[in-house]
C-alpha cells in the first residue's frame, strides 16, 4: 500500500498560481510502477481527474486545465507536483493526489491510494 501526502493549497485570486505536492511513501516498488495524478471535487460535484503522469512519463489533462495546469513526476524523490496557473474561481475544489496501476477517469472506479486532500480556493 502507498501512503499519499498532498500539500500546497491555499487562498489565490483569479489568474494567480499554486504550486501542490503529494509525496509518496511505502512500498518503493509500488510506487514506482503506479501512475500517480491529481483530481478534484468542488462542493456538490464529483470528483474529477485533473491530470494524471503514468510510470513511464505519458500525460493526460482535463480539458478545462490544458495549458493552464503542468503535472510533474520525480521518481527519485517520490513525488508528483501539479503547478496551477492562470486560476479560475472555477478551479475552487479539494485537490486529492491519487496513485494506482491505472488511473482512470473515472476517479470511483480507481483501486488504489487517496491522499487526504488539500483546499484550494480561488476568489474573483
Known amino acids: 500500500q502507498v501512503q499519499l501526502v498532498e500539500s500546497g493549497g491555499g487562498l489565490v485570486q483569479a489568474g494567480g498560481s499554486l504550486r501542490l505536492s503529494c509525496a509518496a511513501s511505502g512500498s518503493i516498488f509500488d510506487i514506482r510502477i503506479n501512475a500517480m495524478g491529481w483530481y478534484r471535487q468542488a462542493p456538490g460535484k464529483q470528483r474529477e481527474l485533473v491530470a494524471t503522469i503514468t510510470s513511464g512519463g505519458r500525460i493526460k489533462y482535463a480539458d478545462s486545465v490544458k495549458g493552464r495546469f503542468t503535472i510533474s513526476r520525480d521518481n527519485a524523490r517520490n513525488t508528483v507536483a501539479l503547478q496551477m496557473s492562470s486560476l479560475k474561481p472555477e478551479d475552487t475544489a479539494v485537490y486529492y493526489c491519487?496513485?494506482?496501476?491505472?488511473?482512470?477517469?473515472?476517479?470511483?472506479?480507481?483501486?488504489?491510494?487517496w491522499g487526504q486532500g488539500t483546499q484550494v480556493t480561488v476568489s474573483s
Open positions: 491519487a496513485a494506482a496501476p491505472v488511473l482512470s477517469d473515472s476517479a470511483s472506479r480507481i483501486r488504489g491510494s
